[in-house]
């Protein structure tokens, strides 16, 4: 049963476009969600995160949404460059200080 | 660089052997953790230690253990190997027992064959 999902594998956007990418969960005594980044050959590097008692939370150019009616969150990077080009995970945690649980992670390719 | 540092980094094996992989997490961080990735998953939540005492457990197989040290470092061993225990398999340290941004080392890619 997966509580965390990335319903997109890979995804592919123009240099300089906006790159949205999605995640779902379905518990719901989630209340902190974190996005990292992985490069080939690297550990997971904390992106940006947030808490549900916010719907947004910017960090230059990346910015997380949380729809906790929907149970949806999105990762919008403004603009896309090249060396955004990597795997990302959604993670999110309840409570009580739960471990994280990880989506499976959506492959972003930035085209020059 | 996280300051985590997992050894080995590649490690090759055959069915049935047992492994350990070693985990330092960055200095002053009390709390480990352990994740499995395999191919086409997620990071899969297998054990955690905060300083020195397991403080929560995930799908971590009984063939696999860990511990932690009196000196904060972690191993995790895996025993009577099989093929779909190939993976990569990180630890994480973070400063306290809280959940929030976890520091992930390299990883450690294990092969069974």
């Known amino acids: 049963d997966q509580q965390v999902k990335q319903n997109s594998p890979s995804l592919s956007v123009q240099e300089g476009r906006i790159s949205i990418l999605n995640c779902d969960y379905t518990?719901?005594?989630?209340?902190?969600f974190l996005w990292y980044k992985k490069y080939p050959a690297e550990g997971p590097t904390f992106l940006i995160s947030i808490s549900s008692i916010k719907d947004k939370n910017e960090d230059g150019r990346f910015t997380v949404f949380l729809n906790k009616s929907a149970k949806h969150l999105s990762l919008h990077i403004v603009p896309s460059q090249p060396g955004d080009s990597a795997v990302y995970f959604c993670a999110a945690s309840a409570a009580g200080n739960t471990p994280l649980v990880f989506g499976k992670g959506t492959r972003l390719s930035v085209i020059a | 660089d996280s300051g985590v540092t997992q050894t080995p980094k590649h490690l090759i094996t055959a069915t049935g052997q047992r492994v350990t992989l070693r985990c330092s997490p960055r200095?002053?961080?009390?709390?480990v953790y352990w994740y499995q990735q395999s191919l086409d998953q997620g990071l899969q939540f297998l054990i955690q230690?905060?300083?020195?005492?397991?403080?929560a457990k995930g799908n971590i197989l009984e063939r696999f253990s860990a511990q932690q040290f009196p000196d904060l470092h972690s191993e995790l061993n895996l025993s009577s190997l099989e093929l779909g225990d190939s993976a990569l398999y990180f630890c994480a340290s973070q400063p306290g027992g809280h959940t929030g941004e976890l520091f992930f080392g390299e990883g450690s890619r294990l092969t069974v064959l």
């Open positions: 230690y905060y300083n020195g005492e397991e403080r």
């Open positions: 200095s002053g961080d009390l709390s």
């Open positions: 518990n719901s005594m989630f209340d902190y």
